[in-house]
């Protein structure tokens, strides 16, 4: 790999918060406070924190040593470096999952994203507060009719009902281009330079939301039940059935597949993402600690922040029947049309409306935390193509561009019911996610073995991992997957494979991913002979053990 | 503490307009206290570890691939 330059992050601080930034997401305030609140309230914390000890922690630390391991010989894609690790051509197309999962989701969360500034914009030039009105009553259903018409979600085609094109794609093309031009600019100037300026503002404006929700009070003196206590109750009062004791929540198997689920998805393990981004390290840099940070990061914002302000804002307005229609409207619905209608309620001061500027701290937060994330999908495809097909970063922009273009455009045109979306989103979002995660941890417990693992993670690590976690990434991690894989197939699977039978946009979303992965699948095997002799010469190089190829 | 965290555990669940209870509040402390806490020990470690300086690379190290293409 003598001839292709390597990139390297700038500081330990910016690699830290661009995987930070990359894992901080809209699941973090909008999809986690819904699942505890729906699946035990503070019951749903055990289960939450026993998985990501068991499964996320241990996977971040794999992730983050595969990848400094493999960037030692000069590679940055999953293929690639689980090539190097495995050693064989099983293990080589694995690493396509870490490529088609980012770019499948990044087709439609680039989408989501320009909901975001598309809302916040909103909140800033008072357009949405002219839209939902001036009665109370109304708020939640012209909340409803507002995002409807803003993402096309009445019918399909780029026209939004009362004529004219969606906003939604205005702004769509403003966060996609934004996207590929902070790519272009690499690891350092761009990826890292943005992720240590957003960051800081992102944890600003949640802290001012925060500080506004928890001084609301009782804002409906005809509601005194409706205050912010009773709505952190909400929240986190332990609860199971009606009758029973809060620790029955812990026999339901929902509720573990529940927490299992959401700090697994909330970490952004098994998205090929992390093993990219920590391949631009130094050989000596720490991932123990840098690991630890992240995942903490990301923890922070989920628990501390989104678990204080989304439900117990929609209680303190709406009541309980408003907060459990939030919970469960999902992210979206909790997000975009419950959250909207919580800001109109929040009381003027001195004539200023502080719901519209809550509203657009809100939004603008969610979009940093977006695009934060969504500029970590590209890179892993950027990384491969530029070392698979040997092409230089402009090209590889311009071809990642294209196909994501593509997909995106599909995401946005069959808008109707948000078929196209929420189905990638089901398969490669959620189903994909739990096979390369299974892969990966395979890969470094059992392949690279988990003593030469360890071995190579606390090489220039800050601090040591406690021995007992090798039996648990060797154990512990891949049982508890499995079985919260097979329970989640056992769940969802069957109602899938019906819409798909079905035929319509769900089978055509299908088609796409299937499209999407026989190229990748293609380009891997083109890039597979040039990759076996750049390891080879590395190997003899440097002075490692040849391997029998990849 | 123990008997009253037992008291706590078999008191039947909270219905659903209520006000904050005693397990209510030790989930929600314990639970925001220890991920700060967390967070903190590692920034801290992570910005006082003194062997490791930021790395301050030359123009040349960083490599933007956006010349030459």
């Avoid at chain 1, 495995?86 to 870490?98: C, Q």
């Avoid at chain 1, 409306?353 to 950027?382: C, D, E, K, N, Y």
């Avoid at chain 1, 992965?517 to 890039?527: G, H, P």
Wanted: aromatic share 14%.
């Amino acid at each position: 790999m003598a001839s292709r330059p390597k990139e390297q992050w700038g500081t330990k601080v910016g690699v830290i918060l661009a995987v930070a930034g990359s894992a901080v997401g809209l699941g973090n305030f909008l999809r986690f406070p819904g699942q505890a609140a729906q699946n035990g309230g503070g019951a749903f914390m055990i289960p939450y924190f026993l998985a990501l000890v068991l499964i996320a922690i241990p996977m971040c630390w794999a992730e983050w040593t595969m990848g400094r391991y493999g960037g030692r010989f000069g590679f940055n894609s999953c293929p690639a470096i689980f090539g190097v690790i495995g050693r064989n051509k099983f293990w080589r197309f694995s690493g396509v999952l870490g490529l088609l999962i980012p770019v499948g989701v990044y087709m439609y969360y680039v989408y989501l994203e320009a909901w975001c500034l598309g809302y916040a914009w909103s909140y800033f030039t008072g357009d949405i507060v002219n839209q939902l009105g001036t009665a109370p009553a109304e708020y939640a259903s012209n909340s409803g009719k507002f995002f409807d018409k803003f993402v096309g979600a009445e019918a399909d085609g780029l026209t939004s009902a009362g004529g004219g094109i969606q906003s939604a794609v205005f702004f769509w093309l403003i966060t996609f281009t934004l996207n590929f031009i902070l790519i272009y600019r690499g690891i350092a100037k761009g990826i890292e330079r943005f992720c240590i300026i957003a960051m800081p503002i992102m944890t600003v404006c949640a802290f001012l939301v925060l500080i506004r929700v928890l001084t609301l009070g009782t804002p409906d003196p005809a509601h005194p039940e409706q205050n912010v206590v009773n709505g952190l109750a909400f929240m986190w009062n332990p609860k199971a059935g009606p009758g029973e004791p809060w620790w029955y929540a812990l026999a339901d198997a929902e509720v573990w597949l529940a927490a299992c689920g959401q700090v697994f998805f909330s970490l952004s393990v098994g998205f090929g993402i992390i093993v990219n981004y920590a391949s631009y390290l130094r050989q000596d840099d720490d991932v123990v600690l840098s690991g630890l940070t992240a995942a903490s990061t990301n923890e922070f914002f989920e628990v501390c922040l989104g678990g204080l302000i989304t439900l117990p804002a929609a209680f303190v307005f709406l009541g309980v029947a408003g907060a459990t229609s939030g919970a469960a409207g999902g992210t979206f619905g909790l997000g975009f049309n419950t959250l909207p209608a919580v800001f109109m309620h929040m009381p003027e001061v001195g004539g200023f409306q502080t719901g519209r500027v809550v509203g657009f701290l809100w939004f603008f937060m969610l979009f940093l935390a977006a695009i934060t994330s969504s500029l970590s999908m590209l890179q892993p495809a950027i990384a491969f193509l530029e070392e698979g097909l040997g092409i230089g970063r402009r090209a590889s922009v311009a071809l990642l561009g294209l196909i994501t273009a593509l997909g995106s455009f599909f995401v946005i045109y069959f808008s109707k019911g948000l078929v196209a979306l929420d189905t990638i989103d089901f398969w490669v979002g959620t189903a994909m996610i739990f096979v390369l995660a299974m892969v990966e941890v395979v890969l470094f417990g059992w392949v690279m073995g988990v003593e030469r693992g360890f071995e190579e993670a606390h090489r220039g690590a800050a601090i040591r991992i406690p021995a007992f976690f090798k039996f648990i990434i060797k154990y512990v991690s891949p049982t508890f997957l499995f079985v919260i894989f097979v329970m989640w197939c056992m769940n969802n699977l069957p109602a899938r494979i019906e819409g798909i039978a079905a035929g319509g946009v769900a089978l055509g979303a299908i088609m796409v991913l299937a499209a999407l992965f026989i190229f990748l699948t293609l380009l891997v095997a083109i890039a597979g002979p040039r990759w076996q002799a750049e390891t080879l010469d590395t190997h003899k190089t440097r002075g490692f053990p040849v391997g029998g190829g990849q | 503490m123990i008997a009253w965290l037992i008291a706590q555990a078999t008191t039947t669940s909270a219905p659903a307009v209520t006000e904050m209870t005693a397990m209510g509040w030790v989930f929600m402390i314990t639970s925001i206290t220890s991920v700060t806490i967390l967070v903190s020990f590692c920034y801290f470690k992570v910005l006082t570890r003194p062997s490791t300086v930021e790395h301050m690379h030359a123009p040349l190290d960083i490599d933007t691939r956006d010349q030459g293409t």
